[in-house]
C-alpha cells in the first residue's frame, strides 16, 4: 500500500479519521477471519456480551434480543492476531497518521455483530475510557466484512475530534459505559462509514463514533488495535490491559529497566 500521501494524512487531520483501503487482503486477510471465527466459537458464552445494555456485574445480561459479542486482547488468544500488529501497512499508516515513528499497543478487542439481532452502540468518544495527555491514541478497525447501513458499520462525525472531550453523559445517567449527549449528537446526524472487508479505518480517540443495529442477514465482524506514542501519559485512572505499552514500532525511552518495575505496564 505504501507510505500515506500528504492528502490523506491533511484529511486525517481535518476530519479525526480516514478509511484505507485493502489494507489487508489476500491469505492474511483469510487467515485473520478464519481465527477470528473459531475465538469466538471457542468463547461463545453469555460472559463475552459486549452490548452497551445490562451490567457488567451479571455479563451485561439483560432481555434485549440484540446482542454484540466482545473478546479483548486477541493477541493473547492465537498468533496471526500478534503478526496483523506488525503488518508494515498498518504500521507505516499509523506512523504517518500519529505523527510519531514510536508506537505503542494499548490493547486490542474484536466486536462480533450477528445477523438479524447486532445491537447498536451510542455516540461516544473513547477518550474517557483513558485519557492520556497529548491525545496520540489512535484506533485502528480493520473489518473482516463488507459493512454498511444495514448491518450495522460505524457511524462517524467529522470534525469531532476537534471539540475536545465532551461532557460524559454515561456516569451522569448511572451507566458504566461512557456516552455522550444523544440528543445533542444524535447518528441520525453522523456519517456511515462503508467499507470492504480487508478495509481499515483509522481514528482518533477523540472522534464521536457509534453504530446501528444490524437487521441484515449478514455478520459484521471487526477488530480494533488501539495504539499510541509511548512518550504520551494517562492523566486518569485506567483498567490494566494485558500488553499495554508492547511497542509495535520505534522505541519507549522512557521505560523503566529497573528489576523493581519489571512488571509495571507503563
Known amino acids: 500500500m505504501g507510505r500515506l500521501s500528504q492528502d490523506q494524512i491533511q484529511f486525517f487531520k481535518d476530519n479525526g479519521y480516514i478509511i484505507l483501503k485493502k489494507l489487508v487482503q489476500g491469505r492474511e486477510l483469510q487467515r485473520i477471519t478464519q481465527e477470528y471465527d473459531d475465538l469466538f466459537r471457542r468463547k461463545n458464552e453469555s460472559n463475552v456480551e459486549s452490548s452497551w445494555v445490562g451490567s457488567e456485574k451479571n455479563h451485561r445480561a439483560s432481555d434485549s434480543p440484540y446482542t454484540v459479542k466482545g473478546i479483548h486482547n486477541l493477541q493473547m488468544h492465537h498468533a496471526v492476531f500478534g503478526r496483523y500488529l506488525y503488518n508494515d501497512n498498518l504500521l507505516d499508516a499509523m506512523e504517518d497518521l500519529m505523527g510519531t515513528p514510536n508506537i505503542a499497543l494499548h490493547h486490542t478487542k474484536a466486536h462480533y455483530k450477528p445477523p438479524e439481532k447486532g445491537a447498536a452502540y451510542p455516540m461516544h468518544q473513547d477518550y474517557h475510557y483513558f485519557p492520556y495527555e497529548n491525545d496520540t491514541m489512535t484506533a485502528a478497525v480493520l473489518f473482516l466484512d463488507d459493512a454498511d447501513v444495514e448491518n450495522g458499520t460505524l457511524f462517524v462525525w467529522p470534525g ?107
Do not use: C
Open 160 to 266: 469531532s475530534h476537534k471539540f475536545g472531550p465532551l461532557e460524559d453523559f454515561g456516569p451522569k445517567e448511572g451507566s458504566e459505559f461512557h456516552y455522550v449527549d444523544q440528543e445533542k449528537y444524535p447518528i441520525e446526524k453522523a456519517k456511515p462509514v462503508i467499507v470492504e472487508a480487508g478495509d481499515m479505518i483509522a481514528f482518533s480517540y477523540l472522534m464521536l463514533h457509534g453504530s446501528t443495529p444490524n437487521l441484515s442477514k449478514r455478520p459484521r465482524r471487526m477488530l480494533l488495535a488501539q495504539m499510541y506514542d509511548p512518550h504520551d501519559k494517562p492523566i486518569g485512572g485506567e483498567r490494566s490491559q494485558p500488553g499495554k505499552g508492547w511497542i509495535l514500532r520505534g522505541v519507549n525511552l522512557n521505560r523503566d529497566a529497573t528489576v523493581a518495575r519489571r512488571a509495571d505496564d507503563s
